[in-house]
């Protein structure tokens, strides 16, 4: 049974072009990849264009009492980023604590576990997230 297994980010820089996050993860299956101090040495840079703004839902509902009133609701659309990563707009580069790569591409999985949740949280959030955390 495994003990847990995570990712975090915090982020380092943002301008209208790039975004820039360090990353770092911890294996508690495995003694040499705790990362108990949790150090960030990981990085991941991310084209500002591949942030994908969600589908906005406008909707007038009739309350119980009997006024109007506008629902908005932010839905959250399907990323591809591991084609980004293949077109070169989103770099990984490997933290010290990566314990297991894709085969045909040198990435950290957690480091693209993570992107998941980077996306779907500035589509729910309508900003870049300052720090993530993902636990399996």
Not at 89 to 116: G, Q
Request: charged letters at 25%.
């Amino acid at each position: 049974m495994s003990k847990g297994i995570g990712a975090f980010v915090k982020l380092v820089f943002e301008d209208s072009e790039t975004v820039i996050y360090e990353y770092g993860s911890y294996n508690l299956n495995d003694a040499n990849y705790y990362n108990e101090e949790h150090i960030c040495d990981g990085i991941i840079t991310i084209d500002r264009n591949c942030f994908a703004e969600p589908e906005i839902h406008k909707k007038l509902k009739k309350m119980p009492s009997g006024r109007k009133k506008l629902i908005i609701k932010r839905i959250p659309v399907s990323v591809d980023y591991n084609k980004m990563i293949r077109d070169g707009r989103i770099v990984i580069e490997n933290c010290s604590n990566c314990w297991e790569c894709y085969s045909n591409k040198n990435t950290d999985i957690m480091a693209s576990s993570i992107l998941f949740y980077l996306f779907l949280q500035y589509q729910i959030d309508g900003k870049l997230p300052e720090y993530l955390n993902y636990n399996v």
